[in-house]
């Protein structure tokens, strides 16, 4: 059957992630249905990385298999106009049959968001997560060198996936962390991520940057492999899927 590759923004606000639920609307969900109302037949879309609950997603890839032949660019015309408001289909193309979203994947950028400010921005509130406290950016950039190359991130795993996945050692490519006027940016590349392992990686940076954790902490709790010696989870709106390469 042939293959055929979506890339998907959304604002993942109201949604409970990407992957199908009981009870909860989630991305998934939704362009599964719209596809089978257009194919009239029931796929199933592989995307590239399951975001999680309010998480948001410049470029998600999804890649699905489907009986009826058609152009990609008309079927990108007709789920735009099927989704929901907070999401789009920005490209739709063919792919060899062996193509598989996730798989195929060599590294996804993330990008998570904070305002250091004790005031909110209303036209970008839900994309941020705002601290009132004061960051120091030098503190946190030398931090997060550390966890450049391959390492163990069992400390900045999930609990609740402790004993889904086999391996915990990954490649983070690329981390920089940048200021524009009160927003914070921290950008993460990697060969693959862990559940919640930014917005883990991000609440320990906060902690370092507030003095929380002093100067060493990063390949400490690296060391220890241990998920209480980390941060906080960070909030979930303040993350975006950004890139996947291939």
Same mark, same amino acid.
Not at 184 to 202: P, Y
Not at 220 to 232: N, T, V
């Given at each position: 059957m042939p293959n055929t590759c979506l890339t998907i923004a959304y604002d993942g606000t109201r949604y409970a992630g990407w992957q199908i639920q009981k009870n909860a609307i989630t991305i998934q969900e939704e362009i599964e249905k719209a596809l089978k109302a257009i194919l009239k037949e029931k796929v199933r879309l592989v995307a590239a990385g399951r975001t999680d609950s309010g998480v948001h997603a410049k470029a998600q890839v999804a890649n699905f298999k489907a009986k009826k032949n058609f152009r990609p660019e008309k079927l990108q015309a007709a789920l735009n106009s099927k989704l929901p408001k907070d999401m789009s289909i920005i490209k739709a193309k063919k792919v060899p049959v062996k193509f598989h979203s996730q798989f195929d994947a060599k590294s996804k950028l993330y990008r998570y968001t904070i305002l250091s400010s004790r005031i909110d921005d209303p036209f970008l509130k839900p994309y941020y997560y705002k601290t009132p406290y004061k960051l120091n950016i030098q503190a946190m950039k030398k931090e997060a060198k550390v966890l450049l190359g391959k390492h163990d991130f069992k400390s900045f795993q999930a609990k609740s996936s402790f004993s889904r996945i086999k391996s915990t050692v990954r490649t983070i490519k690329r981390?920089?962390? #940048? #200021?524009? #006027?009160?927003?914070?940016?921290? *950008?993460?590349?990697?060969?693959?991520? /862990?559940?919640?392992?930014?917005?883990?990686? !991000?609440? @320990? =940076?906060?902690?370092?940057?507030?003095?929380? /954790?002093?100067?060493?902490?990063?390949?400490?709790? =690296?060391?220890?492999? *241990?998920?209480? #010696?980390?941060?906080?989870?960070?909030?979930?709106?303040? /993350? @975006? =899927?950004?890139? !996947?390469?291939?």
């Open positions: 981390i920089a962390i #940048k #200021k524009e #006027k009160e927003f914070i940016h921290i *950008d993460v590349e990697a060969n693959g991520f /862990l559940h919640n392992m930014v917005r883990n990686i !991000v609440g @320990t =940076l906060i902690e370092i940057g507030r003095g929380y /954790l002093p100067e060493g902490s990063m390949e400490k709790i =690296l060391y220890f492999r *241990d998920r209480r #010696k980390a941060g906080p989870t960070a909030h979930s709106k303040g /993350l @975006t =899927l950004v890139r !996947v390469r291939y």
